[in-house]
């Protein structure tokens, strides 16, 4: 990219001092030049909130919002400190522009239009409401029995219904998804260190899963023996490294656009269906405990 620019700089110059055709459309003055302070202020009017202080939510809402961005509730105060921390992080993004440290793409001779206006509205920092997570936990869950379904659909053309329990949910990756989600709220704005500790994290949970499901059951519902670096066939580097990129895009891209979308539910039907949804769930949890689901494709792993 440094090569690209120098060329274009030297392109550039000669176009302009040969004075060839359309070479007064190479007007771009900000290339060379800092922005006003009242040019930048103009062109970037969250400069505004550079010194926004995001009070605090008080007391156990705060502690649970600041370190595992959890909210029990929607109140006032929330929302207010949900809003402020948005005008943060908007105002992060386009710091150094702002600040005339970077070229400011705003400033271009070309205007810009609806730029990122998707990317812009993802968000990854905000906090979760409680009724959020519920729900993200089951769509989370029914994606990962869909994966595992369909992959086993691929490689043998069989549909099995994948995992111990008996409806469309698989929930050690919903319960992966939400702690991801919480437990590495404080490292969403470094995704190389993210992407190592969702590494580590779904590795923990996948093999203490596998050990403790093993052990009361005595059945294996996974087995990666064979697999290039293997843990006693309960975790592999394969694995963790889907689970990482699994991950990573459910942060940054699958979590605030499911949030974005439970947002639009009213608040009583979010209510009702998360209810619903435990509910079904608890059943199934207590029916698989005693008639968990087996046979083949599922737990016959290390039959001839």
Known sequence: M???CEVYVHLREKAKAENLVYSECLNDMYLYAKASEETLKEAYPEIKNKDLNVKPLPGIRGFFANYFGILFKEGKAEREYQKESHKALEYASIKEEAEGNQYPTRLFTIPEENKRVILSRLDPARDYTIWSLILMFFIFSCIGW?????????TD???VNRGAMHGPWLPIYGSGGILILTLLKKFRDKPYLCFILIFVL???LEYT???VMEMNTGLKWWDYSGYFLN???RICAEGLCVFGIGGMAF???LAPVFDNMIAKIKPVMLRVMCVFLLMLFGIDMVYSHYVPNVGEGITDYGED
Request: proline fraction near 0%; charge should be negative; include cysteine.
């Open 146 to 154: 869909l994966w595992e379904v369909s992959l086993h659909l691929i």
């Open 231 to 233: 843990l006693d066939g």
């Open 202 to 204: 779904c590795g923990f």
């Open 2 to 4: 440094m090569i690209f």
């Open 157 to 159: 053309g069989v549909f």
């Open 209 to 211: 899963t596998s050990y």
């Open 251 to 253: 942060i940054y891209v």
